[in-house]
């Protein structure tokens, strides 16, 4: 009797959702926010049960914020450089949820990253294990962390989405493993192609303020308006630029007026890229939609024309195209362009290069592929037209000696195997980066 019954749940049960069965009253706990000495962990309690501790270094300490909903905020500080800290959850006088991280260096450091964008919600699928098990310093999410598509106001709906999310068990695996720096898209801030005029644009941004642990984000009258973002680790800048708060809808003519990023944002974009000039041996930026795209068509910039013109220009002006890579997610595609296909500059000359892109993605969704052409191509098989989900990631592989950067990207499939000719190596010296192959 009790296995029919196991089983008549097991068929009710989604399939795309982990088997949480009984729940524990530490729902999840994620870290992110590192630094060379500090980091922020984040852990949610059942709002009912009390307060929740962090043990870290052999130490217990309370959050620093508590919120009625039960996440617990733990800002660490005065942590040791490149130094591996293992933390644990507790309640009363139990523990649970053991998570691990790892502060970056203060000086060159070598080090790997995985990244990828869109997954089914709560997809529990083995290539978050892949991930894992590669020990990345940190994943880089770059959008549709989730598919609900909240277009209402509603910060309940968002806490809701979330914690699916992140009761399944390998994708809470691996951001307990590894620290998270995460960027949205469309569906996770609200419903598909959502821009500025999204409805559930507040209750998105205050959920992602309480339950993301991130990097800084710029507060207006105490509220941030977006959640662009920057860190460093090592010799290099990440700059993670958010293409949905402000942008205006893509249906509206091109010109100075028509924006993706915001002005605000877009100046704080390229004044970063300009003061990282003799400063980082490269500048990532974490560009969530695809940037070579037709002008005047298709998903990406090719509907923000003047806005890419204008931004290429001025990375141009900086001479900062050969410290530029820029990674990608929303298309449902692996695909790398090595600059023979980026430059959007005014009046670029045939053969002019621009910076490298990358896109990786999904990680477990529907193939579709987007924009091009990219010098290497496109990777993601469409199985039955495309409507079985696929799974591929990205990896960033750097080694940094203090004088010569390398940075090889490659194209994950969902067992980690390189997917074909889907890598590019960089090498940066004094004189910039150039493509290896
Ligand atoms: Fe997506």
């Known amino acids: 009797m009790r296995r029919l019954l196991a089983l008549v749940l097991a068929l009710a049960l989604p399939a795309c959702s982990s088997a949480v069965t009984a729940r524990e009253p530490v729902h999840w706990v994620w870290s992110g926010a590192v630094t060379p000495d500090s980091a922020v962990v984040k852990a949610k309690l059942d709002p009912q049960e009390g307060a929740l501790r962090l043990r870290i270094s052999g130490r217990e300490i309370a959050p620093d914020v508590d919120d009625v909903d039960g996440v617990a905020v733990f800002r660490l500080d005065g942590l040791t450089p490149a130094t591996r800290y293992d933390y644990r959850v507790l309640w009363g006088d139990s523990s649970f949820l053991d998570g691990r991280f790892q502060t970056f260096a203060e000086g060159p450091m070598s080090f790997r990253f995985v990244f990828g964008s869109c997954a089914r919600t709560g997809s529990n699928h083995r290539v978050f294990e892949v991930m894992e098990s590669l020990e990345p310093l940190f994943m880089l999410h770059m959008g549709d962390f989730h598919y609900v598509n909240i277009g209402t106001n509603d910060p309940a709906r968002f806490r809701l989405a979330f914690d699916e999310v992140l009761a399944s068990h390998r994708q809470s695996s691996l951001y307990r493993s590894a620290p998270i720096a995460y960027m949205w898209d469309d569906h996770d801030y609200g419903p598909d192609d959502s821009d500025r005029t999204n409805p559930a644009k507040p209750a998105a941004l205050a959920t992602y303020d309480a339950i993301v642990p991130h990097y800084p984000l710029e507060l207006h009258d105490g509220k ?16 993670l630029t958010d293409g949905r708060s402000h942008r205006v809808p893509d249906d509206a003519p091109d010109g100075p007026d028509k924006t993706m990023l915001g002005a605000t944002q877009r100046e704080w974009l390229l004044d970063e890229i300009e003061a990282a000039r003799g400063r980082y041996s490269l500048v990532v930026w974490v560009n969530t939609v695809p940037w070579v795209t037709e002008r005047g068509s298709g998903d990406g910039w090719g509907r923000y024309d003047w806005e890419r013109r204008y931004i290429a220009d001025r990375i141009r002006n900086a001479g900062m195209v050969n410290r530029l890579l820029m990674l990608s997610g929303d298309g449902h595609m692996v695909a790398i362009d090595d600059g023979t296909n980026s430059n959007f500059a005014t009046d670029a000359q045939p053969g002019e290069r621009g910076f ?60 980690g195997d390189l997917l074909e000719g889907m890598s590019l190596r960089l090498r940066c010296d004094a004189s910039g980066c150039l493509p290896l192959n």
């Open 224 to 239: 941030p308006e977006d959640v662009h973002q920057a860190f460093t680790v090592g010799r290099v800048r990440f700059l």
């Open 356 to 415: 490298p892109v990358m896109h990786a993605a999904p990680l477990d969704r529907y193939a579709r592929h987007k924009g091009g052409p990219y010098s290497h191509g496109k990777a993601g098989r469409r199985v039955l037209f495309g409507l079985i989900q696929i799974q591929q990631f990205g990896l960033a592989e750097i080694q940094d000696d203090g004088n010569i950067l390398e940075v090889t990207l490659s194209g994950r499939n969902e067992s």
